[in-house]
């Protein structure tokens, strides 16, 4: 009995250290040509601005990117400091939820346009997508729900930002816009293949091809968007967002993000693995705190 007990408990581990080792699997590697060292000196010069994180009590992560007075404009630096910031959420267990922000009220407008000019040359362009394009693909398979809080504008790789989220909510008078053409450019850090999913290749389509302006409204008509939310202010929006994501966070951290890893399964992977990770995960929670809870509780015979 105690064999069995311990094979078990093994069984369980390899899987939890399976789905781990599935969530923060790059992309690229040096095969692909990527050369991430290298990118990430060269992204270390182009300085300004940051991104911070802060972790409540309920289990609600706030990153916010900090870089007002370009519109919340990716420099290198804040490049680096995602990774980082993914890198520290992806190890936080007692997270549930993440609400992903910009300062001064407005999103995130995409790159610094002086860093872009300055490593305009095809491999270090290359090499920004692929750092980019591992780091939001981490991002969007945190464990956690999340929620980009659209205020003001999201234009480019900002409008690229809130595709690797689960959900997004917009303020009155924000928008959503993928202005690439007008750069002579297609999205290059995965919002092309996310918003596809998301809406669809016809409406994508149109959104990519025309570079529309996306409000609040035609994004609720897209699925785009979940809601509007009433407030325009970054501390009234803020809170708004919170009690939205608290509806989809309230229970145990453990359950809430096996509900998101099997989620993540069923989206990216083929059936008979996405049936074998929902498995593993089940694995996780069956006999779990929570479970052993609810079966004394009987709250579905209520």
């Not at 009220?105 to 362009?125: P, Y």
């Not at 918003?195 to 994004?219: N, T």
């Not at 919170?242 to 989206?267: D, F, H, M, N, Y």
Request: net charge positive.
């Amino acid at each position: 009995m105690k064999m069995a007990a311990c094979l078990w408990k093994k069984l369980l581990q390899t899987a939890k250290e399976r789905i781990i080792q599935q969530r923060r699997a790059s992309l690229y590697d040096c095969a692909h040509g990527y050369r991430e060292e290298l990118i990430k000196k060269k992204l270390q010069q182009f300085a300004g601005g940051s991104i911070s994180l802060s972790k409540e009590e309920n289990g609600i992560g706030i990153l916010t990117l900090n870089n007002p007075k370009l519109m919340n404009a990716f420099t290198g630096t804040m490049m680096l400091e995602l990774q980082e910031r993914v890198t520290e959420l992806e190890s936080w267990k007692d997270g549930k939820g993440l609400i992903v922000c910009g300062a001064g009220n407005t999103f995130c407008s995409g790159s610094d346009l002086n860093a872009v000019k300055a490593m305009s040359n095809s491999e270090d362009g290359m090499n920004i997508c692929m750092f980019m394009q591992n780091t939001l693909t981490r991002l969007m398979r945190l464990p956690l729900i999340s929620v980009a809080l659209v205020q003001g504008k999201a234009l480019g790789g900002g409008a690229e930002l809130t595709t690797a989220c689960d959900f997004r909510l917009m303020t009155p008078g924000s928008e959503i816009r993928f202005i690439h053409k007008q750069m002579g450019l297609v999205p290059g850090w995965g919002g092309a293949t996310r918003l596809v999913q998301i809406v669809g290749s016809g409406a994508a389509l149109q959104l990519l091809s025309g570079a529309v302006k996306v409000d609040p409204e035609r994004a609720l008509h897209l699925g785009l968007s979940e809601k509007t939310l009433v407030s325009s202010d970054e501390t009234g929006s803020l809170e708004e967002a919170r009690a939205w994501l608290s509806l989809c966070t309230e229970g145990p951290a453990s359950v809430i993000q096996a509900v998101k890893k099997v989620v993540t399964a069923g989206k990216e992977l083929p059936l008979e693995a996405a049936l074998r990770t929902e498995k593993d995960v089940f694995g996780t929670v069956w006999g779990g705190p929570a479970n052993l809870q609810a079966l004394v509780q009987r709250p579905k015979h209520k």
